[in-house]
């Protein structure tokens, strides 16, 4: 008995989903002798994120937040899968143009890893051999198909369970290397041999009366692992320090190059900062406090010798990212710092070692470059930057900000012995600084929370109030900050695009 076409295009489709997951698992584990960059799912995955439009962006990262990455690999999964089971169905009437087109997409992938630009040419090799392995398993496993046409004795069963087991043991072996990859970076190993600097100023204490003692509320110098990442990096750039140097070009007298070990030579200070994403949406979460050790900035500047006429600092990543911050805001008296420590710690590699930059009163995407390898003194009128090439702002100065933290939307929450429910949160103005804070309750008049003590203008302040006389039922609760000027937080709703979200936080909740 033949089997039905039906079952010979199953077997066809499976066949070339077996030999599609071959060709990246192999591709993968031979990016293990390269770098993460060089596997293909990484580097596709860096040029969607270059061609999609900023806006599309926002949209996906207000919607899955850091998770954003893990939501790109499992669509481009996706698309992989249904791309080879395509061309396994090409197979079932030509197996040799089945196997030319899953050569060419190899090849294909093979020519966007070499565009990346922290790849070398030789970093196709690894999707090269994914695609010299995976076009002849795809001739075999559609040879196997075909034969379930004629009459035998299950061979068609056979050869379907074989395309299976290929399948399984392909995404077995590629999920292996993926995780080998990600844990045998150079970066690491060199972060556990680190010695932090000695930081010739170091940053006063916490007091213990800048953390509000409320359950929910989030701590006031957020964790290395707690800490949101946002970067276009598809997988973390493995650097080692021991061949890094930075290099200051541009509009400069003297241009200047630094190793790592040149760099942790020079005098350090040690400086808190809330570093903010201008992709975080109005109550969101994108934003951290950390800790910081690094080389100010304007001391390397000013020996390289800025000239007349330079008004912005392009910064650019090993993975080619670049950054547009104002040279103002590198060479007036704000901490913006080459930073190599974090919280008491190395950098850790997915938030830029060996080295980042830290600029207090900016957005990241114009200032907080991971990775960092280059400084070239420009003029804003002369060079543009990977955000602002896609329709964001040049400048990037962090608009002041407040949320609810607790309770948290949609809550249900119980008045103490007293009937008084207490609500905290956090706000921000860096460089700036936090006055006040007020909370309005369903459309009572407004009042004035009760400031946190303020580690310094470049962070966060927290926030608590006690609402003595709270009253079962459903209400609603919003907020709003005054900085250090004296300006109010505006209640002019925008989105993140393109310089960042405003409007007043609120949440609804229920008294019981």
């Not at 033949?2 to 993968?28: H, I, N, W």
């Not at 979460?285 to 950390?290: E, S």
């Not at 979200?501 to 949440?507: D, K, M, Y």
Request: proline share 6%; charged share 20%; with cysteine.
């Amino acid at each position: 008995m033949t089997a039905s076409p039906p079952a010979v295009r199953t077997r066809s489709a499976l066949a070339g989903v077996a030999a599609g997951l071959v060709l990246v698992a192999v591709a993968e584990l031979a990016s293990l002798l390269f770098s993460a960059s060089s596997a293909p799912f990484v580097a596709v995955g860096g040029a969607f994120v270059d061609l999609i439009p900023g806006a599309l962006k926002d949209v996906v990262v207000a919607l899955f937040g850091t998770a954003d990455k893990l939501v790109l690999f499992l669509c481009m999964g996706v698309v992989h899968l249904a791309l080879t089971a395509g061309i396994g169905l090409l197979g079932t009437r030509r197996i040799g143009d089945a196997v030319l087109a899953l050569t060419a997409l190899g090849v294909l992938a093979a020519v966007v890893v070499m565009t990346r630009p922290e790849n070398a040419p030789a970093s196709m090799l690894p999707t090269l051999l994914g695609t010299a392995v995976g076009a002849p398993a795809l001739l075999l496993l559609l040879r196997g198909a075909a034969r379930a046409r004629e009459p035998g004795d299950g061979a068609g069963r056979r050869d379907l369970l074989v395309s299976g087991a290929v399948a399984i043991g392909a995404v077995l072996l590629g999920a292996g290397a993926r995780v080998v990859n990600a844990g045998r970076s150079a970066a690491e190993a060199a972060a556990r041999r680190f010695t932090i600097p000695t930081p010739t100023a170091p940053a006063p204490a916490v007091p213990a009366s800048a953390q509000v003692t409320l359950e929910g509320m989030p701590d006031v110098v957020t964790t290395n692992t707690d800490f949101y990442r946002i970067d276009t990096a598809r997988a973390v750039p493995r650097v080692d320090p021991s061949t890094w140097s930075l290099r200051i070009v541009g509009l400069v007298d003297q241009e200047l190059t630094l190793s790592f070990e040149e760099l942790l030579a020079e005098p350090a200070i040690e400086t808190t900062v809330t570093l903010t994403c201008v992709s975080n949406t109005v109550g969101g979460d994108l934003a951290g406090n950390a800790r910081w050790i690094g080389v100010p900035v304007r001391t390397l500047l000013a020996r390289a010798g800025v000239q007349d006429g330079a008004d912005m600092v392009l910064s650019r990543s090993v993975d080619g990212f670049t950054a547009s911050t104002p040279l103002e805001a590198l060479t007036d008296d704000r901490d913006a710092i080459l930073a190599v420590a974090m919280n008491g710690e190395a950098l850790p590699p997915e938030h830029g070692y060996p080295v980042r930059m830290v600029v207090p009163g900016l957005y990241g995407y114009v200032s907080a470059t991971k990775w960092v390898e280059g400084l070239t003194v420009t003029r804003f009128a002369d060079a543009t930057a990977y955000w602002t090439d896609r329709g964001w702002s040049e400048k990037g100065p962090i608009k002041t900000a407040s949320r609810i933290d607790v309770p948290r939307d949609g809550a249900r929450v119980r008045a103490d012995d007293a009937g008084a429910v207490t609500l905290g949160g956090t706000a921000w103005a860096q460089h700036r600084g936090v006055n006040g804070v007020q909370v309005q309750l369903d459309d009572d008049p407004w009042q004035d929370a009760t400031l946190a003590t303020a580690i310094s203008g470049d962070t966060w302040v927290q926030w608590s109030l006690n609402w003595a006389d709270a009253t079962p039922g459903e209400h609603t609760a919003r907020v709003r900050a005054t900085d250090g000027t004296g300006e109010l937080q505006t209640s002019k709703v925008a989105s993140p695009a393109p310089d960042g979200a405003s409007g007043w936080h609120e949440v609804s909740f229920t008294v019981r």
